[in-house]
């Protein structure tokens, strides 16, 4: 079973900087497909960036330029650079992982991988 645990959340003014991070076990996880997915309140939530086997990444496309997905497999970790960040980007943010899929250039991986974190929060005031 794979788990997954979010945190580096917290509140911050429009243009800052935050970075998230994500613990992994097991180690083999990192090997797969995975992404950090974001829901705010009233909204469906919706996937923000990946980065698989390889290290290719996906971005959606609000966030192209401002976000940057990453992995230090040897810490069995993965992160997420928020850099400019916006109002809008206030949501939950959870790390996922996929449990067969090396890739994350098929669209499916758009809407859910198979394992989840809780999230952590963040909090973008203007």
């Known amino acids: 079973q794979v788990q997954l645990v979010e945190s580096g959340g917290g509140s911050v003014q429009a243009g800052g900087s935050l970075r998230l991070s994500c613990a992994a076990s097991?180690?083999?996880?990192?090997?797969?497909?995975m992404g950090w997915f974001r829901q705010a309140p009233g909204k469906e939530r919706e996937g923000v960036a990946f980065i698989d086997g390889d290290d290719a990444t996906r971005y959606l496309d609000s966030v192209k330029g401002r976000f940057t997905v990453s992995k230090d497999s040897a810490k069995s970790t993965l992160y997420l650079q928020l850099n400019n960040l916006k109002p809008e980007d206030s949501a939950l943010y959870y790390c996922s992982a996929d449990a067969s899929s090396t890739s994350c250039s098929a669209d499916w991986v758009w809407g859910g991988l198979d394992y989840w974190g809780k999230g952590t929060l963040v909090t973008v005031s203007s």
């Open positions: 097991p180690h083999t996880s990192m090997r797969y497909c």
